[in-house]
């Protein structure tokens, strides 16, 4: 049943609340589409920016953005006809092979993906894959880590939204690649458990090529008045279908022209979702 809320700031608070409460305790929450009015993208990205000024708050420093929902089926799934995105931070990067405690991550998952680093600030009202290119310093091979701090993934385009769009953590390799020895709607993608492939795709698969995007990141931010800026890294989203992730798993993604990266995951591990 729909909780009675006066306004949709009020809305926004609550569901802001729940979503905390389930960080810091480690315990999974019921969806915040009941508390928020239905369908509204706008207050879900309201709650993403209360929770991340609560960050910011506690010392947290940004560190760039992703893109989620890249997918055509996982946006039939949702019921949207667009990506959306996420906001990472410094604690939130893990290094290349470094364990993952369990339970940092609430109900993890894991996708490989391409990260592009930034050398210059994108803050036309409108971006071209010529600026994205000209912008970037250089690309790495990714996995990211997607959580969720909603019971059972039980989730809409609302809801994920609102929870930084199922961010976790994400992973680096530490080659730097520049892009003009890659084409990345052509590279291909296998994610590995433990050397047995779980998931493979390609360039293609996000938005048709991962540098499409990052323009539509570059473009959505500069019309909310957060632009990209040099430094930011990006998450292009999912080269092919989600992961599960278990206790002790050791992932190892290897995109062509980039290389390889590794998320290693511990058997045990801290109860409480700090990320």
């Not at 994108?122 to 000209?134: A, G, K, Q, Y």
Request: proline residues 5%.
């Amino acid at each position: 049943m729909r909780e009675a809320v006066n306004t949709v700031d009020e809305a926004v608070a609550r569901a802001a609340e729940r979503l905390d409460t389930a960080r810091l305790t480690g315990a999974t929450c019921a969806p915040v589409r009941d508390l928020l009015p239905p369908g509204d993208l706008t207050a879900a990205y309201a709650v993403q920016t209360v929770l991340a000024e609560r960050r910011r708050a506690e010392g947290r420093r940004g560190t760039g953005w992703k893109v989620g929902l890249t997918s055509a089926a996982v946006q039939a799934q949702l019921g949207v006809d667009t990506p959306d995105f996420g906001r990472l931070t410094d604690d939130m990067a893990v290094p290349d092979g470094a364990e993952i405690p369990w339970g940092a991550v609430l109900q993890a998952r894991a996708e490989a993906e391409v990260a592009l680093v930034l050398e210059h600030d994108l803050t036309h009202e409108r971006h071209t894959v010529v600026d994205v290119i000209r912008a970037t310093a250089f690309a790495l091979p990714a996995v990211e880590v997607v959580g969720s701090r909603i019971r059972d993934w039980d989730i809409s385009a609302v809801d994920t939204i609102a929870d930084n769009a199922s961010s976790g953590a994400y992973v680096l390799g530490t080659r730097p690649v520049p892009l003009r020895e890659l084409d990345l709607r052509t590279v291909g993608m296998v994610l590995e458990r433990h050397g047995e492939p779980v998931s493979t795709g390609a360039g293609a698969a996000c938005l048709g090529n991962p540098l499409h995007a990052a323009v539509w990141l570059a473009d959505t931010l500069v019309r909310l008045g957060h632009p990209l800026r040099a430094g930011d890294t990006v998450l292009t989203g999912a080269l092919g279908p989600m992961t599960t992730v278990e206790p002790g798993d050791v992932l190892e993604a290897r995109i062509d022209g980039l290389g390889s990266v590794r998320a290693a995951f511990g058997r045990t591990g801290q109860e409480g979702d700090t990320r």
